[in-house]
């Protein structure tokens, strides 16, 4: 499938549920991805969504796709509240969710946990860096030659 075409789609759907953040394709590249599309789509969906959740006095969400040593790398930049350093080993964990007694946000603590078990099956991997009180970069990586999922 044109992964570009599904960043785009991805991007396109989750700004319609937002008038607060403006969500930027930074940079792009030209693809043909083997794999299921509309689960990477459902982990974009969650990273984005989880960018503008956790960001609530920003204003922007920055996308980055590219390919680096046979891969293909996506990261999801926002501006928000960050996640504590020693929060971010547990953060894809399901069910859990920070507790943080400034901000309570909804949800159950499923998002993040599907979209590792998706990109676990694609041969992928994500990891996030953060800086507590400046955002969170949220990124993974899929391998570019095709893999039985």
Request: glycine fraction near 6%; charged fraction near 25%.
């Amino acid at each position: 499938f044109d992964f570009n075409q599904m960043i785009h789609e991805s991007i396109e759907s989750v700004q319609y549920t937002t008038n607060t953040h403006q969500i930027t394709l930074q940079s792009e590249i030209d693809i043909n991805y083997v794999g299921d599309r509309f689960r990477l789509e459902q982990v974009m969906n969650n990273f984005l969504s989880n960018a503008i959740k956790y960001s609530p006095d920003a204003d922007r969400v920055l996308v980055n796709v590219s390919e680096k040593e046979g891969d293909l790398i996506v990261s999801v930049k926002d501006f928000g509240i960050g996640i504590p350093s020693d929060k971010i080993d547990r953060i894809f964990d399901r069910y859990y969710r920070i507790d943080n007694t400034d901000m309570r946000f909804e949800g159950l603590g499923l998002g993040l946990f599907i979209s590792s078990e998706i990109l676990k099956r694609h041969h992928g991997s994500f990891w996030i860096e953060s800086d507590e009180g400046a955002g969170a970069t949220f990124s993974f990586r899929l391998p570019l030659l095709p893999q039985e999922l």
